[in-house]
């Protein structure tokens, strides 16, 4: 069997034959490396298993934002990182190349260490963001009717085997509801909350579980921690979503859990009922299980 076929598969989307070169040369022996010159090219190419794409923003034959974004319209379905090699630096365009699907950027004075260690950086955000799209796809919470409370977050394999390990090894587990506030009267996009939940995911530790929902709530399992600790972990996520201009604020409601499936879903629907029966926003409320 051919060493190409072993292994990972990296596109290079660029018109330019100097940048194809380079990055063919560089990359040959960590790479089976597949290259494309045309926008047809890029995009036919996506038939085949990719592992990495990278596009040089310089591509003349089109404008290298509009073949990214369909590009990841494809590639997103199996969560093959994108990487845009350019130098610009304003966060306008930094901001706007990050709609269009692009997981990180190259210098475009390229360098292989550099290359190499952005490349595993986006393969790790990637990865998140992928995790977090399954989560919510894997996620349904019917309409509660009349004034009822319960919302059914469906845990997924990753829950599950949580709170598995945590009964038998017998650690403590903490859970934590957050919600965004006024959710029904914001006004913005729905990537807007995709990448809120992307966010979130990237500051949880490795063992911990995110379980998102498409209405502007999210379930944390933290794993092995005290609700003491968990209230630290609140109030840091709650302090960097802030400073992430997101221009919205969460509340956050914490409790230990017993770690069963049975326990998960009563428990987070005291912290609902326990955070919707408050009148102000950005709150954390610590929640004793003992006296609901």
Not at 24 to 42: G, I, Q
Not at 152 to 169: G, H, M, T, Y
Not at 202 to 220: A, N, W, Y
Not at 234 to 257: C, G, M, P
Request: charged share 25%; net charge neutral.
């Amino acid at each position: 069997m051919s060493n190409h076929l072993k292994l990972p598969t990296i596109l290079i989307v660029a018109d330019n034959p100097s940048i194809r070169f380079w990055l063919k040369k560089h990359l040959d022996d960590h790479f089976f490396v597949l290259s494309a010159e045309t926008p047809k090219e890029a995009l036919d190419a996506l038939y085949s298993p990719l592992d990495f794409i990278i596009i040089d923003a310089e591509f003349e034959r089109c404008d290298a934002l509009e073949l990214s974004e369909k590009m990841y319209q494809q590639a997103a379905k199996s969560g093959t990182p994108i990487f845009l090699i350019t130098g610009k630096l304003k966060k306008s365009f930094r901001e706007k190349a990050k709609k269009a699907g692009i997981t990180e950027f190259l210098s475009a004075n390229l360098d292989l260490d550099e290359l190499l260690s952005r490349i595993e950086s986006g393969k790790k955000r990637a990865d998140v963001r992928q995790k977090t799209e399954e989560a919510i796809r894997a996620v349904r919470i019917p309409t509660p009717s009349g004034s009822s409370l319960k919302h059914k977050f469906v845990l997924n394999d990753e829950a599950v085997r949580l709170l598995s390990q945590a009964k038998k090894k017998n650690v403590p587990i903490a859970l934590l509801f957050m919600q965004i506030d006024a959710f029904d009267t914001l006004n913005k996009p729905a990537t807007t909350f995709q990448n809120l939940g992307e966010f979130i995911g990237e500051l949880l530790r490795e063992e911990d579980v995110l379980i998102p929902s498409s209405e502007g709530k999210f379930v944390l399992l933290l794993a092995n921690t005290s609700p003491t600790k968990a209230k630290t972990i609140a109030e840091r996520l709650q302090a960097k979503i802030e400073r992430q201009n997101f221009d919205l604020t969460v509340s956050i409601a914490i409790s230990s859990l017993d770690a069963s499936e049975e326990g998960f879903h009563k428990m987070l629907n005291s912290l609902i009922k326990s955070l919707n029966t408050q009148k102000n926003t950005n709150l954390i409320i610590s929640f004793d299980p003992e006296n609901p």
